[in-house]
């Protein structure tokens, strides 16, 4: 079909959202000189749409409008065009983002943005329907209406398109710290936002927002407040009960349309994924029930079998739809069940996960086990009910080879930096404490193709790689989510070359991104495209804040390596933030979180001892499984590589009496050296 139209500026491309625009009528650019150049030579004012591959509403739009010929003409007469992948392009999508938000109070995909030749924007929208529909603007309209008002009144735009950038320009407030009081706020504030009934925070949609369990989890610890980790446990029980989670083949949707977490927004992000498997460890941590860290394991299931690349890379998401409709590779009827399963096995899995002839779900059903029985079916079927979910786990498997014959949503197979680092970090952090050597293998590879395939011959990382093509100089999130990632490596396998490469990228980080005038890192670095603004981000959105995450893990190599002026940027980073964090402490969780390496009751452990010594290795996994946040983990092998020369404060540890040796250090303070059960005991206190 799309050999018979004619392609435009966009089939070049590899961003997988791009090239789906490569055949529209519209005469789309990629964002670039070229189509700046054309707009100033040709006196137009810029159409702006960012979206990403795997967004529903983006397709919508894309098939009422951007497909249409009438809407195309428009556009091509009097604008120029420019598409943008916000997952490719972050910082423009963050700079632009934040003006829609400014103007219209609110924000979203597909974004929509009038601008000048010269990239100041002054109009912002999400999804625009051809025609005018539930008191939504028509699109026909807004670009008629928008071209007349240029032609009549450039000046004027451009004169309020200056105003607005300025105004935006000047909203950085000056650095202030904080008090311990902030925590306690942010605390009372997701209390109050708390849904006792399905978990979350606040009304429909409800997105996972995984940073704020995390917070909540190390907030419980530190403070000995139950009802933060009961929260936690009820909205991972939600999220999970519901249609959120794909039953069938396990994963978490993005976030849910309904207060019960039934109806999911289909698509499947690698990032949520990632950091709602590290919020499962941490509870299953702070509570030791297994059903969590089951979860994890499912969630790592999905991205094995559907989100790795061969070399050990991780994809970046699935879509909603498929065959053009949202959700249909998801849903099911009872009918479809029991053709698959046989008629008895099939109407007990139908009661188990809610699937009737009613349907929750445009006459079909998400699976969910929202209003699950297991007793009462186990009951029926004369079996316990351990008995019974591993039938129930062998009908899923026969469901999910059937539904893998259903045309599949499109799969965004490109491999970003970020999203990568972050999963790194779970795959490592659930085989440290969970002792899987396969998570640790996952992670492994992984790291391995970023560290070969995404840095530059001088080092400098970069963003996004795709069919043998890396573009894109790295962003902050790519840098610290690496690290993290790195860091996590290095506490599940206590080797120091991780600890290097962190602390090599931490060094890139502060050199290319650090404000020093008033603290914190800015979204791209000084040797990146220079945009309008240059971001400063500290707010937690999907995903926790650059950042938040840069806080934590320059504490962390602190605290790992003893260097103490790392220690001082994360409290110049914090106090960069100060004044917004006290204002609205809840929409900083991360950064909260992160401060957790700097109180009184973190803990730098060292062990010392020789590796695969029995004692040494039973010390090993205690520390890892036992962990709290806050704590660091480092280990010095007295027959290997030396420590020291990565931990210089580590040079006078060694073993007492020939035996594994235990030092930690708490509260500012340096406990003696243990061995034998004195440095077991240490580890398990709470």
């Known amino acids: 079909m799309t050999a018979q139209k004619k392609a435009n500026k966009l089939l070049n491309e590899k961003s997988p959202y791009l090239l789906q625009h490569a055949y529209n009528p519209v005469q789309w650019f990629p964002w670039g000189e070229e189509a700046f150049k054309k707009a100033k030579a040709e006196g137009k004012p810029v159409f702006l749409s960012i979206g990403y591959a795997t967004c529903h509403w983006c397709h919508v739009m894309e098939r009422e409008s951007f497909e249409d010929e009438e809407v195309a003409a428009l556009l091509n007469e009097h604008f120029i065009a420019i598409k943008v992948d916000r997952e490719e392009r972050p910082d423009i999508d963050q700079l632009y983002m934040n003006f829609c938000q400014r103007m219209t109070g609110h924000g979203g995909w597909p974004l929509t943005i009038l601008a000048t030749p010269t990239q100041k924007p002054f109009f912002a929208g999400t999804y625009f329907p051809k025609y005018e529909m539930s008191g939504r603007t028509g699109l026909l309209s807004l670009l008629s209406r928008m071209a007349q008002g240029w032609k009549e009144e450039q000046e004027t735009i451009e004169q309020f398109a200056q105003e607005m950038l300025d105004e935006q320009s000047s909203t950085e407030l000056a650095p202030v710290a904080f008090n311990q009081g902030v925590f306690q706020k942010a605390f009372d504030v997701l209390t109050c936002t708390f849904d006792e009934t399905y978990g979350g925070f606040g009304d429909a949609p409800k997105f996972p927002s995984p940073h704020q369990l995390s917070f909540l989890i190390a907030y419980g610890k530190n403070t000995g407040e139950d009802r933060a980790v009961q929260m936690v446990e009820t909205t991972l029980k939600g999220m999970y009960n519901g249609g959120l989670f794909d039953h069938i083949g396990g994963g978490f949707s993005r976030y849910s349309v309904d207060e019960k977490w039934l109806v999911p927004h289909f698509e499947k992000m690698l990032y949520d994924n990632a950091l709602l498997s590290i919020a499962a460890i941490e509870t299953y941590q702070a509570t030791e029930d297994q059903q969590y860290a089951d979860i994890a394991h499912a969630i790592f299931a999905y991205v094995k079998r559907e989100m790795t690349s061969e070399q050990g890379a991780f994809f970046s998401a699935e879509d909603a739809d498929s065959e053009g409709e949202e959700g249909r590779y998801y849903v099911w009827t009872p ?11 099939g109407e007990t899995f139908c009661r188990l996960y809610g699937i009737s002839e009613d349907g929750n779900f445009e006459g079909k059903s998400i699976p969910n086990l929202l209003n699950v029985d297991w007793e009462e079916e186990a009951k029926d079927r004369e079996l316990s009910e351990q008995g019974l979910k591993e039938h129930v786990k062998e009908w899923r498997d026969l469901l999910l080879a059937a539904r893998s014959a259903r045309v599949p949503p499109l799969k965004d197979d490109k491999v970003l930096t970020s999203w990568n680092g972050l999963m790194i970090a779970a795959y490592a952090k659930a085989g440290k404490v969970l002792q899987s050597e396969d998570y640790i293998q996952a992670a492994k590879r992984a790291d391995d193709f970023l560290w070969t395939q995404l840095r530059r011959e001088d080092g400098r990382l970069m963003a996004r790689y795709r069919d043998g093509d890396v573009a894109h100089l790295a962003y902050l999130d790519d840098y610290v989510a690496y690290s993290w990632g790195l860091i ?33 890192f800015y979204f791209y670095g000084e040797d990146g495209e220079q945009l309008l603004q240059r971001p400063k981000p500290g707010f937690d959105g999907a995903m926790p804040s650059g950042n938040g995450m840069a806080a934590a893990n320059i504490l962390r190599l602190s605290k790992l390596t003893g260097n103490i002026e790392l220690q001082g940027y994360a409290q110049t980073l914090s106090q960069a ?50 962990q709290r946040p806050g704590d660091v983990l480092l280990f010095k092998d007295m027959k290997k590589a030396d420590l020291s020369k990565v931990a210089p404060f580590t040079a006078e540890h060694n073993m007492m009496n020939d035996e594994p040796t235990l030092y930690v250090c708490e509260n500012f303070s340096c406990q003696m050296p243990l061995t034998g059960k004195e440095a077991m005991d240490v580890l398990t206190s709470r």
């Open 335 to 345: 009918s479809e069940v029991t053709r698959v399963l046989g008629q008895r096995e």
């Open 577 to 626: 933030f100060g004044q917004e964090v006290k204002q609205a402490p809840h929409g900083f969780t991360s950064m909260l979180r992160s401060l957790y390496y700097a109180t009184e009751r973190s803990r730098e452990i060292v062990i010392v001892g020789v590796r695969g010594e029995e004692k040494l290795e039973a010390l090993l996994q205690l520390a890892q499984t036992t």
């Open 488 to 520: 996590e490596l290095y506490e599940a396998t206590f080797d120091h070359d991780y600890l290097i490469r962190a602390l090599e990228l931490t060094q890139d980080l502060l050199r290319l991104f650090w404000d020093e005038n008033n603290g914190g």
